[in-house]
């Protein structure tokens, strides 16, 4: 049987009605019954025992370092609509990218190359040239060879 792929789920939930928790929630029961092991933040928040009616003295520092961990165990990354709209998410879109995770998207994008992943939205994965291209440039910085304006991937078509 081949291992499921693990997927974090992202999107926006500061100033929504209840964190968003609910369509976090149906979504991982999608992603669940597709296949998928699920990474679910809004349950890691009820794990933690957040209340999302009373936020109060909440660390989003240690919950984003916590959210960082677990994207970093995962596979992929599912990035629900709204995501652009939510500052944690885009962190974590940036950091899927960098690491080479395959991106789901629940709203297509106009500028990626895109799979149908049915009902649940496109599928995003680097080409293998790019990844290999992405490694040069990891390098180069790495060595001080390439402007610091690309750290950021100011050069690059898919920049947030």
């Not at 009373?54 to 995962?74: M, P, S, T």
Request: aromatic content about 12%; hydrophobic content about 30%.
């Amino acid at each position: 049987m081949k291992p499921k792929l693990k997927i974090y789920i992202a999107g926006p939930m500061s100033g929504l009605p209840n964190l968003n928790w609910e369509a976090f929630d149906i979504k991982e029961k999608q992603l669940v019954d597709e296949g998928f092991d699920v990474v679910n933040p809004a349950r890691m928040d009820r794990d933690i025992g957040l209340d999302p009616e009373n936020v109060g003295e909440y660390d989003y520092e240690e919950a984003a370092r916590r959210d960082i961990d677990a994207l970093g165990k995962c596979d992929a990354i599912y990035l629900m609509s709204g995501f652009q709209f939510s500052k944690g998410a885009c962190w974590e879109r940036a950091l899927a990218k960098h690491w080479g995770l395959k991106r789901y998207y629940e709203v297509p994008r106009h500028d990626h190359e895109i799979q149908n992943f049915g009902p649940y939205g496109r599928y995003y994965e680097v080409p293998e040239e790019d990844r290999e291209r992405k490694y040069i440039k990891q390098k180069q910085r790495s060595t001080g060879l390439y402007g610091s304006n690309d750290l950021y991937g100011a050069n690059d078509k898919e920049s947030l």
